[in-house]
């Protein structure tokens, strides 16, 4: 039985597939046409303590998200609301809020597919008919630099193909993956220059 169809997207990986800049994403999500989401730990709002999925006001840490300059690695969470509540809450502990990565925020798939649809995001020229990819590149690179960026590379260049791998396994519809081979002719020039290769 295959895996069932991935839930969740980070923006890096909405702003690969829809060929735009992460800001935009996060701008239209600030104007209200997507909802940004993230898996927060237990933390405690007044009387009350919340942990798991929660809404995040993303207009808030757009500094993560600049279009010019360096954008910020990391934003204070000081409001959240949770799924199914009308009624935001502040974070009393931490009482600086929560830390947070720009690479935590997540959009759930049925809406952001609800989106494409109503705009036509991935309508393809006539020309293009029957060219579709069969894999998801663009996520995969978008995921790869975020990952690298967080956690460093691997110690070597088959652990990198085989995390490819893994990516392609756990968020392709049908859980397939391109063949080693393929992925390995894609990833060369990467791993040379992650390695400092001079000749590269």
């Given at each position: 039985m ?11 990986e909405?702003?690969a ?13 600030a ?28 207009a ?83 995921w ?16 990198l ?40």
């Amino acid at each position: 039985m295959p895996l069932p169809p991935i839930a969740f997207y980070s923006i890096y990986e909405i702003s690969a597939r829809w060929g735009c800049h992460p800001a935009d994403v996060a701008g239209w999500a600030a104007a209200g046409h997507l909802q940004v989401l993230a898996g927060i730990p237990l933390v405690t709002c007044g009387e009350e303590t919340i942990a798991g999925l929660v809404e995040v006001p993303i207009a808030e840490l757009m500094p993560m998200f600049r279009r010019y300059g360096p954008s910020e690695e990391t934003a204070r969470l000081k409001r959240v609301l949770p799924l199914g509540s009308k009624s935001w809450l502040q974070v009393t502990d931490p009482p600086d809020g929560l830390p947070i990565r720009s690479s935590d925020l997540l959009l759930a798939a049925g809406p952001v597919q609800q989106f494409e649809e109503e705009r036509d995001l991935l309508r393809r020229p006539a020309s293009n008919i029957g060219a579709t990819p069969r894999y998801e590149w663009d996520a995969m690179y978008a995921w790869l630099t975020c990952h690298i960026f967080e956690k460093g590379p691997p110690a070597t260049k088959t652990a990198l193909i085989a995390q490819v791998q893994d990516w392609f396994v756990q968020n392709s519809p049908s859980g397939e993956a391109p063949d080693e081979s393929t992925i390995r002719k894609r990833l060369t020039a990467l791993w040379h220059k992650l390695r400092g290769d001079a000749t590269v």
